[in-house]
């Protein structure tokens, strides 16, 4: 979610057929038209946090993007106050802390391993324990360039003097963290710290299928972990169903690129489906 990536951060007519490499249901950019819009809108799937060596966005996008008036995000970045507001939203209530999540010897095992990685424990005391979880990620994982698409869409807009628009509020993005009960997310924590190597691994396949465009398999992916499948109604589908018709009004006002972590939009549930079924033609647009 954008929440733990902010605290780490502090021609197309497409008439023709779609080439025989970008198969059904894949796709990270797709076009959004009919159903009374005037003009076409585009959805584009994101990863939060992406290895520099990893990020690539088409001129396919680019283009697309610069025919957009707004762009719509999970939430509104450009707010100044929102790193703060995340940094108050993202604290456990009074009297938990992290280490009182975990035994005494257990916890101790956890700041020794950490600490190889420039930061410790006692820096997120306060924090639920996803916030520590992604930054272990982050630095054992996906090195020193780390790069973002929403900062970097951000960047784009702020050139073309877009408005930025966010489908929700801080805490309605909380809500959903929280859903994911604190002992399963120390549970996460320590198989990240104490298994690196399969930590690294399953981010790597993640990041595979991402830049295959298999959105589809994004989803699969996160509905095998067993941590966040219980959960995926509020993290996913819950928030789909509220975006919809704030994406549908956005929409009708004018063209506007859509950007949002690319799990969102896969599934019977996800934002291709639901504007399918509301009578829009969602096709997707060769990225690659």
Known sequence: MWLCALLIFSQLGLKNPLPEK???????LWKVQGAGLSQP???????HMIPARDFFFSRAADSVFRLCR??????????PTLQMKVLKAMQMDSGITLSSLFRRGQYKKLQKRVGKFGFTMEMFEKFMPIVVQQNFILRHTMGSE????????????????????????????VKA??????PEQAEMLKKSILRPATARRELFKFIRYYREGEIEKLLKFSNSKKSLRNSLE??????????????????????????????????????????????????AIPSF
């Open 22 to 28: 970008l198969k059904p249901n894949t796709g990270l």
């Open 177 to 182: 963290l929280r859903s994911i009960p604190l």
């Open 146 to 173: 780390v790069k973002s698409y929403e900062l970097h869409l951000l960047g784009l807009a702020r050139q073309m003097e877009m408005e930025v628009v966010g489908l929700e509020e801080v805490q309605e993005q």
């Open 234 to 283: 509020s993290l996913l589908y819950e928030r789909n169903r509220r975006w919809i018709p704030r994406l549908k009004g956005l929409m009708t006002k004018n063209s506007v690129f859509v950007a949002v972590g690319a799990a969102h939009l896969a599934g019977p549930q996800g934002l291709i489906a639901l504007l399918r079924q509301d009578g829009y033609t969602v096709e």
């Open 70 to 79: 707004t762009l719509v995000m999970e939430m509104d970045i450009s707010d």
């Open 41 to 47: 809108s585009f959805l584009f799937g994101t990863i």
